[in-house]
């Protein structure tokens, strides 16, 4: 019995041996990987500096609408990720992509990731830029964002449309999570790794050229610490907006993933209200997962461009 255990103490210990070094070689090869990748990363859009950072934008085309895109939680590289739609609304209006700092090319921040905090970020990239009057666009995350943006900044905005865009009343918003695993496991390289396995992207809908750069912004963003203190303040953000509603006579239009959710099965019935809560809003359904401009783009545009064109005045 003795000889047993000291054998299999004596195999846990090499196994424990084996890990630690695997993980050290991982860890080496993730800080090495992700430095040489930086070195080589083309910019693009431009820099407007906010809070003594620099955040990075996008601004394409030209027209009567000017549309502002903001992107859902932990898009590692929003402008990259919103191209497909970017490309297909700049024809006819002049479109903004913003990337909040941590995110894309913009600097990191350890200012606290309230939807105050980050609505205000954006908001004043928006004001170097000159721009007075638009239209805000939101994926996921960005509907609740929208929300705190209309309370502070709503004189601006000529519409609201969402892109599967949260609403304050979905389910399972006040889950806990694990940021000292996360962040241990972007500092072992596991979370590389695990990256690695797909990207999870439409295969048509961008270059390889995009699709590289997305990977190593992914590589450098996610799991980092303005990322994982956003995620700990997703529960208090929706909290905070409880009971909060878009300005009546602002329009609003808003894209959702048809058929069943079971994640959230109220996901329709709570879209309709909030295009309901609204003088002038509507709801359109679309098949599909969760980010719904990677595979509906070209619909996405021709609705907006169509909604705004015919928003009435506020």
Known sequence: MR???????????????????????????????????????????QF??????????????????TIVLIPGFGTAAPALDFDPLIRELSDEARVIALEPLGFGLSDPTDVPRTAEHIVTEMHEAVSQ????????????IGGIYGLKWAELF?????AFVGIDSSVPEQANMDTQFPTGLMAAARFTGIARIAAGLGDGLDGTAYSDEIRHDMTVLANQNSLSPTYLDEMEHIAPNFRNAQGTTFPKDLPVLLFAQAGENPGQPDWITLHEEQAASVDYGKLVL????????????????????????GKPAR
Not at 49 to 58: A, I, L, S
Not at 154 to 158: H, I, M, N, V
Not at 296 to 302: D, L, Q, R, V
């Open 154 to 158: 709503g004189d601006e905005l000529t």
């Open 286 to 309: 679309l098949p599909g997962e969760h980010y719904l401009h990677h595979t509906h783009s070209p619909e996405i545009a021709e609705q907006t461009l169509a909604f705004l064109d």
């Open 48 to 65: 407007v500096e906010v809070d003594g950072k620099r955040m990075n934008v996008v601004v394409s085309g030209s027209g009567p609408e």
């Open 129 to 140: 830029l000159g721009v007075e009057e638009y239209a805000l666009m939101g994926h996921s």
């Open 3 to 45: 000889t047993f255990l000291r054998r299999t103490l004596k195999t846990l210990g090499v196994l424990l041996g084996v890990l630690v070094l695997a993980l050290g070689a991982t860890t080496v090869w993730n800080q090495i990987a992700t430095a040489n990748e930086a070195k080589h990363l083309p910019e693009y859009g």
